[in-house]
C-alpha cells in the first residue's frame, strides 16, 4: 500500500509570493492534518480536515489555507511568504473509524520543505 | 490549554543499554498519548501510543512506554539500545475531548545511541 506523498519535496520561494503544497493520504483515510516544523518552534499543528471539511485549526494566521478534496487529496496554500515561513512542512492522513476519532496512528508523509528567501 | 513537556533535548546512551526518554503532559480530560520517531529528512514514524487499558503499551521495534496517571507521564524506554534507534523522538497528546487529530507535540529530545 502506499504511503503519504507530498509534493513537492523541496521548492524555494521570494517574500511576497504564494505557495500551494500537495498531500496524497493512503488509500481508504479520509482524515488529513498538517504541521509545521521549524528549529525553533517544533511541530505545530496547521488544520484537519475530515471529509472535505475543516475539524480543526491551529494558531496560523490567515495566510495559511487549506482544502480537501472528495478524493480525501488535500492542499494547503501559504499567501503572502515572510521569511518565518520557511519550515517542513508535514501532511499525516489517519484511518479513522467510527466513534475513534483522534485515537487513531497518523502516518506521515516525507514533507515539503519550503525555504522563503 | 493542552501541553507536553520533553525536558531533555537529548539523551545518551551506549548500545546494549537501557534508554529512558521522558515525556510528561498536562490536558484537561482524559488523555490519548503518542509516540513518534524522525529520522534525518524523513517525517514522522508511529511508535505507539495510549489510549486507554494497561498502563504499560508495547511499541514498535521493541519500544515500550508506561502511562502514569498520578505523575502525568509517559516515559518511552527501551531494554537495550541499538545505534539504529539514534534519531529525534517526540511525544504527542490529544485528548478525549477532542475527536479531530489535533495533536500537540513535546520539543522533541534527540537520542544518540554510541557503538
Known amino acids: 500500500k502506499a504511503g503519504v506523498t507530498q509534493t513537492p519535496r523541496y521548492l524555494i520561494k521570494t517574500r511576497g509570493q504564494q505557495v500551494t503544497l500537495s498531500c496524497s493520504p493512503i488509500?481508504?483515510?479520509?482524515?488529513v492534518s498538517w504541521y509545521q516544523q521549524t528549529p525553533g518552534q517544533g511541530l505545530q499543528f496547521l488544520f484537519e480536515?475530515?471529509?472535505?471539511?475543516?475539524?480543526n485549526k491551529g494558531n496560523f494566521p490567515g495566510r495559511f489555507s487549506g482544502r480537501q478534496f472528495s478524493n480525501s487529496r488535500s492542499e494547503m496554500n501559504v499567501s503572502t511568504l515572510e521569511l518565518g515561513d520557511s519550515a517542513l512542512y508535514l501532511c499525516?492522513?489517519?484511518?479513522?473509524?467510527?466513534?475513534?476519532?483522534?485515537?487513531?496512528?497518523?502516518?506521515f508523509g516525507e514533507g515539503s520543505r519550503l525555504t522563503v528567501l | 490549554a493542552q501541553s507536553v513537556a520533553q525536558p531533555e533535548d537529548q539523551v545518551n546512551v551506549a548500545e546494549g543499554n537501557p534508554l529512558t526518554v521522558k515525556c510528561t503532559y498536562s490536558?484537561?480530560?482524559?488523555?490519548?498519548l503518542f509516540w513518534y520517531v524522525q529520522y534525518p529528512n524523513r517525517g514522522l514514524q508511529f511508535l505507539l501510543k495510549?489510549?486507554?487499558?494497561?498502563?504499560l503499551v508495547k511499541g514498535s521495534y521493541g519500544f515500550e512506554a508506561e502511562f502514569n496517571k498520578s505523575q502525568t507521564s509517559f516515559h518511552l524506554k527501551k531494554p537495550s539500545a541499538l545505534v539504529s534507534d539514534s534519531a529525534l523522538y517526540f511525544c504527542?497528546?490529544?485528548?478525549?475531548?477532542?475527536?479531530?487529530?489535533?495533536?500537540?507535540f513535546g520539543s522533541g529530545t534527540r537520542l544518540l545511541v554510541r557503538p
Open positions: 499525516a492522513s489517519s484511518l479513522e473509524t467510527s466513534g475513534q476519532g483522534g485515537t487513531g496512528e497518523l502516518f
Open positions: 488509500s481508504g483515510h479520509r482524515s
Open positions: 480536515y475530515f471529509s472535505e471539511t475543516q475539524r
Open positions: 490536558v484537561s480530560g482524559n488523555p490519548y
Open positions: 495510549y489510549i486507554t487499558g494497561d498502563n
Open positions: 504527542a497528546v490529544t485528548y478525549s475531548g477532542d475527536s479531530s487529530y489535533k495533536l500537540i
